[in-house]
Nanobody, 123 residues
Framework: QVHLVESGGGLVQAGGSLRLSCAAS????????MGWYRQVPGKQRELVAI???????NYADSVKGRFTISRDRAENTVYLQMNSLKPDDTAVYYC?????????????????WGQGTQVTVSS
């Protein structure tokens, strides 16, 4: 199992910044991808940013140039630096990791999720 603990959410004025943190524990050697998602009530959860073990990153078009995802391998922690925040960024942000399990000949992937942290951006 992989356990995720998120922190850093809160209330911020438009144009401000927040830094989210997600610490992973448990079978962390099996993790190959870490990322952030967000969800607004009544809407489906959407990808914000992901980062692989090799350092490759990908961002949603809506956050490119404003958000930065990074990873500290030694501490098994992923961060999301959010700058130039907009009211439309208001959502519950979830940390997620993808782990690979099993022997080489029969590997399978499984996702794990944090509890979510609220980000509210006021006008």
């Amino acid at each position: 199992q992989v356990h995720l603990v998120e922190s850093g959410g809160g209330l911020v004025q438009a144009g401000g910044s927040l830094r989210l943190s997600c610490a992973a524990s448990g079978r962390t050697r099996s993790i190959n991808t870490m990322g952030w998602y967000r969800q607004v009530p009544g809407k489906q959860r959407e990808l914000v940013a992901i980062i692989t073990n090799s350092g490759t990153t990908n961002y949603a078009d809506s956050v490119k140039g404003r958000f930065t995802i990074s990873r500290d391998r030694a501490e098994n922690t992923v961060y999301l630096q959010m700058n130039s925040l907009k009211p439309d960024d208001t959502a519950v942000y979830y940390c997620s990791v993808e782990a690979t399990w099993g022997p080489v000949e029969r590997q399978y992937k499984q996702d794990y999720w944090g509890q979510g942290t609220q980000v509210t951006v006021s006008s």
